[in-house]
């Protein structure tokens, strides 16, 4: 491991810790709720944010989704294909993610997180320079890929804490 591994595994565990924070004590309902009915709710930010990371590193390592191999996506048994992420669901689609507990968002989150640090020790600065996708300009590396994922699960995640935080508040 290098230092700029050691970071991006810091940052991860952020979003894992957050959240952690953020399911800590909710029930169905609260994981459900929106704050208007084009809102996104709790559960579908974390469900969201964990299936981005998921397919991300899975595709960076060339290896199955935890989703599917682990048989996260049978647990859950929502109504999408087995290769959603969530990436433009429509309120209808938010709406489908409920009935799903903190215990199962967790342990999907917890598994991902897991499989992640995994991938993560075994890389080396110069993997981060390794170009992943060419349809950009310029053309993505697996180092700025994965600061992406960063930002867009601690963004979800910051969006599912305020959520919290109203819900709570009222």
């Known amino acids: 491991m290098s230092a700029g591994t050691d970071l991006l595994i810091d940052a991860f565990g952020r979003i894992q810790e957050t959240v952690d924070d953020v399911l800590a004590g909710l029930g169905t309902s609260e994981l459900s709720a929106r704050l208007d009915e084009d809102a996104n709710s709790i559960g579908w930010l974390v469900w969201h944010l964990t299936r981005i990371q998921d397919d ?15 048989g996260w996506y049978e647990r859950f048994a929502l109504p999408f294909a087995d290769a959603d992420t969530g990436f433009g ?40 320079e390794q170009v992943v996708d060419e349809g950009w300009a310029p053309p993505v590396t697996l180092g700025v890929r994965l600061v ?16 919290r935080g109203v819900l709570r508040r009222g």
Do not use: C, M, P
Not at 102 to 110: E, I
Not at 149 to 162: E, M, P, S, Y
């Open 56 to 70: 991300h590193i899975a595709d960076a390592a060339g290896t199955d989704q935890i989703w599917t191999s682990q």
């Open 148 to 163: 992406s994922v960063i930002a867009d699960d601690l963004q979800h995640a910051g969006q599912a804490a305020f959520i």
């Open 89 to 128: 669901h429509s309120s209808e689609d938010v709406a489908a993610v409920r009935d799903v507990s903190r215990q199962l968002l967790n342990g999907y989150h917890g598994a991902v997180h897991d499989n992640t640090v995994r991938y993560l020790k075994d890389l080396h600065v110069k993997d981060l």
